[in-house]
């Protein structure tokens, strides 16, 4: 638990060390992602604190995150590379669709290769029901992702007039 917790930590750091800039849009992504990274890792400790029982009563937590964290890091990182790299907001949130999937795909290998290797059962539930969990997973990542990428559609500073556009 300490080793997680340490880890945690340098990630919830690693995007201001990453992204160091003076320019008041670029710090202000930055913030965003290291809010949305935390906000996650917060969710997502929840979860391993006992929220993940809630499928016992109907609802699957691991379900949930696989849809918000998507959806939080659609939003952060288009707005990251948007502010960042100076790029027209539809590049940028292509850029972040996939960048997004393909880390919401890598998650499923790492789980499965966690399993292989560390003996855990983070694959499925409990080590059951594998393809038919990372399936919905993907799933539901997708839609968290489509969820993001909407939202920032949606905002129409972004596309009239994405170089005055500060804040999400």
Do not use: C
């Not at 609802?59 to 939080?72: A, R």
């Not at 948007?82 to 907001?89: G, K």
């Not at 990372?134 to 489509?146: E, H, R």
């Amino acid at each position: 638990m300490g080793g997680l917790a340490f880890v945690s930590v340098l990630l919830m750091l690693a995007p201001h060390f990453v992204f160091n800039s003076n320019g008041e849009q670029r710090q202000q992504s930055v913030f965003l992602l290291q809010k949305v990274v935390t906000v996650t890792m917060i969710l997502n400790g929840l979860g391993g604190l006992g929220l993940y029982q809630l499928y016992r009563f109907g609802f699957e937590y691991d379900k949930l995150m696989h849809f918000v964290g998507p959806m939080l890091f659609t939003v952060s990182a288009s707005y990251l590379l948007h502010s960042w790299y100076a790029t027209d907001i539809k590049k940028s949130l292509g850029a972040a669709v996939i960048i997004v999937m393909l880390f919401g795909i890598g998650w499923e290998f790492f789980e499965l290769f966690a399993d292989l290797w560390f003996g855990t059962e983070t694959l499925g539930q409990y080590g059951q029901g594998i393809p038919e969990d990372t399936v919905v997973d993907i799933i539901m990542n997708s839609f968290g992702t489509l969820s993001g990428a909407l939202w920032i559609m949606s905002k129409k500073e972004f596309w009239h007039d994405s170089e005055n556009s500060h804040k999400i």
